[in-house]
């Protein structure tokens, strides 16, 4: 390669819960540099779940289950070898894993029917912790891939 890889960004930790995931959600879930209204959003999804929550769980915790329910272990890439393209099941590094989760999270979140995005965020959220709900098809439906692929391990380099 020519060019070196560029420096990884560091960032700060969200000022009500002081965790450097939320801020990575929140950078996903912002639209057109709204940042204050991708944190009013997110804010106002866990305050619903901490009113719809029957268990004594927090509900920042039940977000971070929610999100490990939906990460992906592995997923297909396309390969062509010898004029063919086949789809092979590879391994997810940690951050990717992370980042996959959290982008199905939201774009079921807005493929959904509600009222308003946080009402949307907080139903995908609690579905996702229940593991059911579309961002968690999308996991399931990437794991399949993956198993109905594995006769094309073999391709990976």
């Not at 959904?112 to 399931?140: D, N, P, Q, T, V």
């Amino acid at each position: 390669m020519r060019k070196s890889k560029p420096k990884k960004r560091h960032l700060l930790p969200d000022p009500k819960f002081n965790d450097i995931l939320v801020t990575q959600f929140v950078n996903n879930l912002m639209f057109d540099g709204k940042k204050n209204t991708a944190y009013a959003v997110f804010y106002g999804a866990m305050d619903i779940i901490q009113q719809k929550n029957k268990e004594e769980i927090a509900p920042l915790d039940l977000w971070k289950k929610a999100l490990e329910n939906v990460t992906p272990q592995v997923e297909v890439k396309s390969r062509r070898v010898g004029g063919a393209t086949f789809q092979v099941p590879m391994e997810v590094r940690p951050t990717r894993k992370v980042a996959l989760g959290m982008k199905a999270l939201i774009l079921n979140a807005r493929k959904r029917s509600g009222r308003s995005m946080g009402e949307k965020l907080a139903a995908e959220i609690m579905a996702a912790f229940k593991e059911e709900g579309g961002a968690f098809k999308r996991k399931e439906d990437m794991h399949r891939m993956a198993d109905a692929n594995k006769a094309f391990s073999h391709f990976r380099f």
